[in-house]
Structures are given as C-alpha cells and as structure tokens.
C-alpha cells in the first residue's frame, strides 16, 4: 500500500473501520444468541442496532468526500472475530462463555475505539469538521458499550465463571 497524504491515510482508517463494523454486524447477533446472561444478551442486541448507525455515520463521512465506503479488508476485525468463534464453538458452560464472550466484545470495542479515535485526529487535522463530530458521537457509543461490558463482567459475570462446575 502506497500512501502519500494524509488524506488517503484517512480514508484507508475510514474503509477499516467500514468493513470492520460491517463484519461485527455480522458477528453480534450470532454473540448475541450464544449468551446465556440476558443483560448481556440485550447488550449485543442494542450494539448490534448501535452499529448499523455508525455505518450510517461512516455512508455520510464516505458520502463528502471522492471515494466509495468499500473497497478494504479489515484483517484485525476477522481475526478478532474469528476468535469469537472458536471460544463459541469451545464446550465452555454458560457462565464461563458469557465471560469469554465479554473479552471477545470488550477486544472488538477496543480496536474499534482505537481507529476511531485515530481517524477522528486524521479529520481535525484535515479540517472536517463534520466527520469530527460523527466520528465523536460513535466514538463515545463504542467507549459506552466497552463501560457496559465491564460492569456486567464486574458485576456477576465472571463471579459466575469463576464459580462454575
């Protein structure tokens, strides 16, 4: 990959991220059913609808500048994601999935946070102000759903892994 100004840089952190949260679209529901903690059920299914809005934010930021959203691989999200997986497929009893189920969904937010993070610096520096304040509001509902995860996991969730079988 050639990259030769900051702009491009931009809008390759704008395709991760597009394909990224294309891809955790596709894995939350299937967390979603595999948790057996409702409140952590109910978490999955409201990011699950919280992602389709910063895919709608990310079509607008797309949407005033040259470039279409597609186009790139996130190769970070299908490993984190392919990882989920397995730990879904593991024959782990429900408290201890749930657990696992919260680190593999706190790692997603915590890549997601970090890219959103550098393309929000990418767009102040650029002086897209509009893509600034999108790229804030999802910023905030990732960090959000990463403080949500942790208190579940704080509150009950890993006590009941830790005390399971």
């Known amino acids: 990959m050639h990259l030769d100004s900051l702009k491009k840089l931009y809008v390759h952190q ?3 991220l597009y394909n990224a949260e294309n891809q955790v679209l ?3 529901p299937k967390m979603a059913k595999a948790a057996s903690d409702e409140e952590l059920r109910a978490a999955f299914e409201k990011h699950t609808e ?3 809005g910063h895919l709608g934010r990310l ?3 797309f949407g005033g500048l040259d470039f279409e959203p597609g186009g ?3 190769h970070a999200a299908e490993g984190l994601i392919k990882e989920a997986k397995e730990l879904m497929r593991a ?3 429900e408290p201890v999935l749930d657990a696992a189920l919260v680190a593999a969904a706190q790692r997603f937010e915590h890549y997601e946070m970090a890219g959103y993070g550098t393309a ?3 767009a102040k520096k650029l002086g897209e102000h509009d893509a600034v304040e999108l790229l804030t509001e999802t910023l ?3 960090a959000k759903t990463d403080r949500e995860l942790t208190r579940l996991a704080e509150r009950s969730i890993n006590f009941e892994a830790m005390v399971a079988g």
């Open 26 to 28: 596709e894995a939350l």
């Open 50 to 52: 919280e992602t389709r």
């Open 140 to 142: 905030d509902e990732e």
């Open 72 to 74: 790139q691989h996130c």
């Open 59 to 61: 079509e607008k930021i």
């Open 120 to 122: 929000r610096a990418f």
């Open 14 to 16: 704008l395709k991760d």
């Open 91 to 93: 024959n782990a009893e």
